[in-house]
């Protein structure tokens, strides 16, 4: 409006001009004042103002260009103080760029363009080749510290988002202009958003000069057979489970020891428990029970380590911050700092089914709307984690209901095996924001009044509502060998199918399941007698567990000796029915069961189901702990889990293989009497939190922990040093 309305005032004084009538047009630039349109830049605004060709006008010099305008006998002008400063040595003031003939290039466009490009390529070659990025970053952030008015380029920091840093697109521009200047390339105005932090823009410089094709590290994507020599692997794990589970470790020692992580409602979440516990009106919102599984500290984030503001942490649903956090504890699990998977093709899959954080969000009075859109989408559930680590495989999420992270193993195990993905994500999550699931699932009567899933007992009265969330690192077992990562199980085979039309909506259907299960076993190359174990849905209703257990029954329990029947278990006993995150615990227990040889008992079993044939086939409820079996062959387990919307899943899972001898040293390594134990941080109250978890660590091995320390995760600007000296001291802080 303001473009059509000048033009047309430009044109009216012509006009008047032309038949000798009086009339100037006058198009002035900034003036420099408090109030106005300029007394609203930002601080950005104003410094690219003032720096520019044309910079805001004093009062002064305004009155003295109206002075001369109106003496002059031209009908429209432009008023400006115009400065002979330019940007960079040899450029044009962008006022004048039209008035200057340039020659085209192909890949320089500043002046000298050729020539300042020749002698950087020469500088990057006569460069190591680790530190030609490093070089090429400190331009980087030179020029960014300088568009962004700081003193120093280490106000800059290398792997934070240039929208973090404070660009816009204006000041975008600003920095291709000087990059453009100092490296002679031909570049967009685009640049920082297509390479959105200093480290990536560095690479990308190097390449660009080098002529070199851009080098992911992933093989490109070609058709791989899943063979028997090279299967998908699990390299890592990490989780959250009720009962203050917060590593597969302790996921384990809550089941093998017998106990269990449900417990009374949380009280930080703004529950009306008086209507939970009694009803409203008719009853609506009645919770037939007041316990289940919970994660406490759900809302417990460090959002300044993701580099999130507060407010977008506060309208960002807490499953997304759950699964920030285990699929960075994951990645360092596999022995892989989260900051080298950056512009790797790895992908994210992961399983959720329940949004009701975006009622209170859009409820509450805080001032979230700005980040509601992303922090509430579905979508970003697994967008938001390839968004923060730099991962550029696919990205999906999944919602099947409760089978919801086991279709998301099933779908990353095979873009690795079809070369989508190089390495992947796959887990599920869920956090019950509200009451929701309670007050409906008691009106289907589909609740037990304890809270507590009884799997295939025949106490069993409903099934027990909990959250958690649980990640895994997939790999190919060659990828993982060659990349030294731990090996902890193998992901034989796996299966997804639908009810299809069944006896109800939410009804399970038998043959569905058996058919699954069968499609597993193939998928696999294996019998059903080559089973050890099922770690199964057993949600503990009356209606979903005899279906469940004949379909067991029908498959895996025909054909096989009766001395090595079946053994039949659910963590769901231990920790309610994590719904979403379901599958991927009962796959973490049973990968923590493949290693220490044993298979947990399920709880409250008083009797086995009388609802269910058990003569029909050799199976038995894990009534009490055993050893595994010993079979001369690998051990597997099969993991269930069927959707309340009719998608079912199963997975088999096999013991990881032996690891291929190593080349013995020519010479004892020597072990030394003090070893290094370095620890980093994003804060000091990090650090201290870091340092006491590390000094109360469990470990058989000082060399291990230092080893893990210094080799598998990410350095941060708050550091200290332990050093540990024999196995059972106490290490010490020395820096």
């Not at 390495?423 to 009044?449: D, E, H, I, K, N």
Request: one cysteine or more.
């Amino acid at each position: 409006n303001y473009a059509a309305a000048n033009v047309f005032l430009d044109a009216l004084a012509q006009q008047r001009s032309a038949a000798g009538l009086p009339a100037l047009s006058l198009a002035w630039g900034a003036w420099v004042q408090d109030g106005g349109m300029t007394g609203t830049l930002s601080d950005a605004g104003a410094r690219r103002m003032a720096a520019s060709a044309a910079p805001p006008l004093t009062v002064d010099q305004g009155l003295a260009l109206w002075d001369a305008a109106v003496v002059s006998d031209e009908p429209f002008l432009v008023p400006i103080g115009a400065s002979g400063n330019t940007r960079m040595p040899g450029e044009v003031p962008p006022l004048l760029r039209n008035l200057v003939r340039g020659t085209r290039r192909a890949a320089a466009t500043a002046v000298g363009g050729a020539r300042i490009a020749a002698d950087l390529v020469r500088q990057l070659l006569e460069t190591r080749e680790e530190e030609r990025v490093r070089l090429l970053l400190d331009l980087v952030r030179g020029e960014a510290a300088a568009v962004l008015g700081h003193s120093s380029p280490k106000a800059v920091e290398a792997d934070r988002d240039f929208h973090d840093l404070g660009f816009d697109s204006l000041t975008a521009v600003e920095l291709r202009n000087r990059l453009t200047a100092v490296t002679g390339l031909r570049l967009p105005a685009t640049l920082v958003f297509d390479y959105p932090t200093p480290t990536v823009l560095a690479g990308h410089l190097v390449t660009a000069l080098l002529d070199e094709e851009r080098v992911t590290g992933t093989p490109a994507a070609t058709a791989l057979p899943a063979t028997a020599d090279d299967p998908i692997v699990i390299v890592g794990m990490a989780c959250r489970m009720p009962g203050g589970v917060s590593s597969p470790e302790e996921l384990w020692r809550l089941v093998v020891e017998g106990r269990e992580g449900i417990s009374a409602f949380p009280t930080d979440r703004g529950w009306d428990l008086d209507t939970l516990m009694r009803g409203g009106h008719g009853g609506h919102g009645r919770s037939a029970t007041s316990e289940g599984g919970f994660l406490y500290d759900v809302a417990d984030f460090d959002a300044g380590f993701f580099g999130i503001s507060p407010r977008e942490a506060l309208a960002m649903d807490p499953q997304q911050r759950l699964l920030l956090e285990t699929s960075w504890e994951a990645f360092e699990r596999a022995g892989i700092d989260p900051a080298t998977v950056r512009g790797s093709q790895t992908g994210v899959f992961v399983g959720t089914s329940g949004q009701d954080y975006t009622t209170l969000v859009m409820n509450s009075s805080e001032d979230a709307e700005g980040h509601a859109p992303t922090g509430l989408a579905t979508s970003v559930i697994s967008g938001r984690l390839s968004y923060t680590f730099g991962l550029e495989g696919p990205a999906v999420t999944i919602d099947t209901a409760c089978s919801s992270s086991l279709v998301a193993l099933h779908w990353a195990a095979h873009a690795l095996r079809s070369g989508e993905c190089g390495l992947a994500l796959a887990g599920g999550v869920t956090v019950m924001s509200t009451a929701m699931g309670y007050a409906g699932f008691t009106r289907q009567g589909g609740l037990a009044p304890d809270g507590r899933c009884k799997a295939f007992a025949d106490a069993a009265d409903g099934t027990g509502w909990s959250e958690g969330v649980g990640m895994l690192v997939l790999e190919r077992l060659s990828d993982a060998r060659r990349n030294g990562h731990p090996v902890l199980a193998v992901v034989r085979g796996s299966a997804v199918n639908q009810d299809g039309a069944s006896n109800g909506l939410t009804a399970p259907n038998g043959p569905s399941q058996q058919r699954v299960i069968r499609q597993a076993l193939a998928s696999a190359g294996l019998t059903p007698a080559d089973v050890d174990a099922v770690e199964a849905h057993g949600t503990g209703t009356t209606l979903g567990d005899p279906i469940e257990a004949q379909a067991l029954l029908a498959t895996y329990g025909q054909d096989r000796p009766a001395d090595r029947p079946l053994l039949l278990g659910s963590i769901k006993s231990n920790i309610g029915h994590a719904q979403a995150a379901a599958g991927v615990a009962g796959v973490i227990k049973t990968v923590m069961a493949l290693r220490h040889g044993l298979l947990p008992k399920s709880l409250h079993i008083d009797a086995p189901s009388t609802h269910v044939d058990w003569t029909e086939g050799e199976v038995r409820l894990l009534t009490e702990t055993v050893d595994w079996p010993e079979t001369g062959r690998p051990r597997r387990a099969g993991v269930s889990s069927f959707g309340i919307s009719g998608t079912n899943a199963h997975t088999i899972i096999e013991q990881a293989p032996e690891a291929e001898p190593e080349t013995p040293a020519a010479v004892p390594g020597a072990v030394p009497g003090v070893v290094p134990w370095p620890v980093s941080a994003k804060s000091e109250e990090a650090l201290e939190d870091q340092l006491d978890r590390i000094v109360s660590l469990d470990t058989a091995s000082v060399l291990d922990v230092g080893f893990s320390l210094a080799s598998g995760r990410s350095v941060f600007e708050h550091r200290a040093v332990l050093l540990a000296g024999a196995e059972g001291e106490p290490p010490v802080e020395v820096a």
